[in-house]
């Protein structure tokens, strides 16, 4: 039962538009996100996190959006850049909990 | 740099087997996390310690143990190989236990098994 969903394997956008990578969860219990990214040959890195509390949440030129009612989140990044490119996991967990629930991830290229 | 070492790096064996993955937290965590990430899939959780006791666990096979000493190295063992048991095997450690906390990922040891 995959409880975190990416169902976008791939993306592909030019440098210096916005890139959408999305992720749909089922578990209502969940209300924490976070984002991590993912260079070849290491691990994943943390990127973005967003409490259910809210409905926004920006970092440069990263900004994750999270709809509860329709348990689905998106992260924009803008504008994009080619340093950018790497396979993006979307992760969600309880706060009263551990571990963390991850999607099967979406691949970024972006574009020179 | 995550902080997290995880050794070796790469591993190949044969079906049958039994192999011995460390990883070393990150100076202070007290939680570490084993992930599994086979081709394609999403990273999927195998077991939680926390100070040294087990605290959550997820998919993992019978043939799959994990311990953490009390330096806080955790070692994840797995036996009688499958084929199906090669992926890329992470570890990961955050400070406390529940809350908001995010983990720190080590760049994993690739399993291959033949």
């Known amino acids: 039962d995959q409880q975190v969903k990416q169902n976008s394997p791939s993306l592909s956008v030019q440098e210096g538009r916005i890139s959408i990578l999305n992720c749909d969860y089922t578990?209502?219990?969940?209300?924490?996100f976070l984002w991590y990214k993912k260079y070849p040959a290491e691990g994943p890195t943390f990127l973005i996190s967003?409490?259910?509390?809210?409905d926004k949440n920006e970092d440069g030129r990263f900004t994750v959006f999270l709809n509860k009612s329709a348990k689905h989140l998106s992260l924009h990044i803008v504008p994009s850049q080619p340093g950018d490119s790497a396979v993006y996991f979307c992760?969600?967990?309880?706060?009263?909990?551990?571990?963390?629930?991850f999607g099967t991830g979406t691949r970024l290229a972006v574009r020179p | 740099d995550s902080g997290v070492t995880q050794t070796p790096k790469h591993l190949i064996t044969a079906t049958g087997q039994r192999v011995t993955l460390r990883c070393s937290p990150r100076?202070?965590?007290?939680?570490v996390y084993w992930y599994q990430q086979s081709l394609d899939q999403g990273l999927q959780f195998l077991i939680q310690?926390?100070?040294?006791?087990?605290?959550a666990k997820g998919n993992i096979l019978e043939r799959f143990s994990a311990q953490q000493f009390p330096d806080l190295h955790s070692e994840l063992n797995l036996s009688s190989l499958e084929l199906g048991d090669s992926a890329l095997y992470f570890c990961?450690?955050?400070?406390?236990?529940?809350?908001?906390?995010?983990?720190?990922f080590g760049s994993g040891t690739q399993l291959s098994v033949l």
């Open positions: 310690y926390y100070n040294g006791e087990e605290r």
């Open positions: 578990n209502s219990m969940f209300d924490y």
């Open positions: 990961a450690s955050s400070l406390l236990q529940g809350g908001n906390e995010k983990l720190f």
């Open positions: 967003i409490s259910s509390i809210k």
């Open positions: 100076s202070g965590d007290l939680s």
């Open positions: 992760a969600a967990k309880k706060s009263s909990g551990d571990k963390l629930t």
